[in-house]
């Protein structure tokens, strides 16, 4: 027979195995939801979300100071007016956002200048049928309304080229290129074509050009504000990211190579003077083919390339991520407007080549 002392014991042990397995059961679930919650919160929507609360720099001036960009369009911009967001770079020039300027008097200054504009685009295989007349409409409803426009659209196939009616003092040409048997390469090959067109053509009639991807849609206002005589567009994706997650070339064989920078641009949109534009293509071409000669292809094609001719030659104008928008980014606080939007992309389908 056990003593009371042996039966206490084995009684206080039985208690005590009961806490701890009670204890392991809540420590599992514990653990197991804080993995659930873990994969729950940090998606790639919340990361996005997070990111956006990450602060952005501020302009540098003191409060009221004014640009000293040398023209009286630009001295009417209202650095002061976002708070939230960075308005001016460290080298002087001005990040566009909603609310800076006013727009009909930057058409106003620009009639008055007999200020005209060349809109490029790509529209290579099955990107035409894809995309290429819905941006085509919503340019001619969103695009520099104010100001003559001359589209220029660069295609393999000019015969399917959409009729689309064109309003007053704007007009459409069609530049025939040829068709790479990669992606990749249609990509980079369209500097040396605006390069090109820029030579032929665009120089005798228009003073800006902006460059764009087909894959996009106007949605709003994308207007005389953003002329400059060289216009960067902040990445949607990276303006509030550390510069340590910037994705520039980190591969010292290509031209593109770059320890540091300034912002990620994003090459869907970038534009100027047709002289300055001439310059950065050609420029972008040349170093694109000698790290074809290298045998070197620059970890995102021409944008690399771009993002290091603009680390080397600061532009003179920003714009914010209003004019490029993503919808899969989800909520920002500071996006007030959006301009342009990113197209459904569908690369598994359009980026076959034939």
Request: proline share 4%.
């Amino acid at each position: 027979m056990m003593s009371c002392t042996s039966l206490l014991r084995d009684k206080s042990s039985r208690h005590a195995m009961r806490v701890l397995y009670k204890a392991k059961r809540v420590l599992t679930c514990a653990g197991c939801a804080s993995v659930l919650l873990f994969i729950a919160y940090f998606t790639p929507t919340s990361i996005r979300y997070l990111e956006g609360l990450i602060p952005m720099n501020r302009c540098h001036l003191a409060p009221g100071e004014k640009l000293k960009l040398g023209n009286s369009i630009d001295a009417s911009l209202d650095l002061w007016s976002r708070g939230d967001v960075q308005t001016c770079t460290d080298w002087g020039a001005p990040v566009i956002w909603d609310g800076m300027f006013d727009p009909d008097h930057y058409d106003q200054e620009h009639r008055r200048n007999h200020s005209s504009v060349s809109l490029t685009v790509f529209a290579v295989g099955r990107y035409l049928d894809a995309y290429l007349e819905a941006f085509l409409l919503s340019a001619e409803r969103h695009f520099m309304v104010a100001l003559p426009v001359t589209y220029y659209v660069f295609t393999d196939v000019p015969e399917r080229v959409p009729n689309i009616h064109l309003g007053p003092g704007r007009s459409l040409k069609v530049v025939r290129v040829q068709r790479h048997s990669r992606w990749q390469d249609i990509s980079m090959m369209r500097m040396r074509a605006i390069a090109d067109a820029i030579e032929s053509q665009i120089r005798r009639y228009s003073r800006y050009i902006f460059c764009f991807d087909v894959d996009q849609v106007f949605v709003g206002r994308f207007g005389s504000e953003a002329l400059g005589d060289s216009v960067a567009l902040l990445h949607a994706y990276y303006y509030h990211r550390p510069q340590s997650l910037y994705t520039y070339d980190r591969n010292p064989r290509s031209r593109a190579y770059m320890e540091t920078g300034d912002f990620y641009y994003h090459a869907a949109v970038f534009g100027g003077s047709w002289q300055n534009v001439k310059n950065m293509t050609e420029t972008c071409y040349q170093t694109i083919m000698e790290d074809k000669e290298n045998q070197v292809e620059a970890l995102w094609h021409d944008e690399s390339h771009l993002n290091k001719y603009l680390w080397l030659h600061k532009p003179s104008r920003v714009l914010s991520p209003e004019y490029c928008w993503s919808s899969d980014i989800g909520y920002r606080g500071d996006m007030h407007v959006t301009r342009l939007l990113w197209a459904k992309k569908k690369y598994d389908t359009l980026r076959i080549t034939e």
